[in-house]
């Protein structure tokens, strides 16, 4: 792990422009953290813990991190929304592909990291021993500044039990433990081939897509479980995620044409069979007001509560490369991988 300049240093009497409220328990944290310093922002990292929670109550809409605060714009605790301001503030390095079609299937790939893959990361970290009560002693220490509580297995297995619980909520529940399985074995599978053959997923420099999934495989190689998996079948994105930590540009974007051989089979074989059916499933269940939402998807039947959020988030993206559609090169990309039919 890098050092931040960002990390709190008692030697410091200014404090920086921008303060990122976070945790290392947070993949949302992790990518706007790996994502200020690609664009070599200065900024102030503070670890949300019991000292510092007035302080965050009083600036927060929600109640999880990230938040960042910025010189110029509102507090802000969407990612997505945190990374597109501030490519919009600090352009260089890039990290916008340089043609439509792959800034759009950049954008896709973002949203299915946030919205799809989390539920995999949740799922791995919650949903089994020792993976479960690991987790929620890494939390309680940092609640307690880096520390681990004297009196701590009381705590320990009371947050263990909160997280459990919300396994529902996020889908990542029992009756889908299967599917979300074979997701993320069959993903893991074609990205490291993917990446076995590019330094990032767009070539030489990295993308939102980037940030966004290298913070959920952060997280999951925080975990013994999925950890030991990757390890073992991933090792090109075991890599990868080593390399985000701190990313640097490379060379420039690569075009399409050469990424296509690679990049081709993780829409058509992964997104169009499992994110993108439940996502449409979800934005209507949304747009109905519906309490629950069934999407069919590779390997059965997904059900979980309707998530507004993630619905919100994927009809952003949806008009996004609706209004790209005029591309030829997205056009034929999204139809050649059977994705089309989610944009018309």
Known sequence: MPTDRAEHNESRMIMSDYRL??????????????????KNVDFDWVARSRENEEEFQALAQVATVPLLISPTRPANQDSTAIISGLEADHPEPSAVPDEVATSMLALLLEDYADEWLNKTMFQERWGQKP???DAALRVLVQLYGGK???????ARDQIAERMADRLKLVGANESNADILKASFERFSTLLNAHLKEHLYIFGGRPSAADFALYAQF???MMDKTPAKWLTEHAPFIVAWIENMEDPKPGAPFASLEAL?????????DELCKTYLPWAKANSKAAERGDKDVSASVEGGTFEQSTQNYAAAAYDSVRKALGSAMEDEALKTFLKDAGCARFFG
């Open 21 to 38: 409220f976070g945790a290392d328990t947070s993949p949302y944290s992790q990518k706007v953290r790996a994502f200020l310093r690609y």
């Open 131 to 133: 993976d479960r009560e």
């Open 148 to 154: 681990r509580p004297r009196a701590y297995k009381k």
């Open 218 to 220: 952060q997280q999951m």
């Open 260 to 268: 296509a051989p690679t990049l081709a089979p993780i829409f058509a």
